[in-house]
């Protein structure tokens, strides 16, 4: 599975918000906004594994318009790691 992702600077700080699941991380620079994305990602995954239901979803309608608007400063489609 995959989700689309929108990153953009807020205050001096990286935000990435997946769009398909309603998931936001916020890192001091890009390379670690991935990172810690990742983590996320799979940490969600497996919570929603172990309690037996789908994962949050999906992001405020705003979020979306970012992606459809190209108003944010990075648009990326990463991977949800699958169930554990």
């Known amino acids: 599975m995959n989700t ?3 990153a953009f600077r807020e205050e001096g700080t990286w935000v990435a918000q997946c769009l398909d699941i ?3 991380v916020s890192a001091p620079n890009l390379s670690r906004l991935w990172n810690v994305l990742d983590l996320m ?12 239901q789908s994962l ?5 309608l705003k979020f979306h318009e970012l992606w459809a608007n190209d108003a944010c400063v990075v ?8 169930e554990a």
Not at 75 to 82: A, E, G, L, M, T
Request: charged share 30%.
């Open 4 to 6: 689309r992702v929108v």
């Open 22 to 24: 309603d998931v936001c």
């Open 41 to 52: 990602l799979f940490a969600e995954r497996h919570l929603a594994s172990e309690l037996g």
């Open 56 to 60: 949050p979803g999906p992001a405020p």
């Open 75 to 82: 648009k990326k489609i990463v991977r949800v790691p699958d």
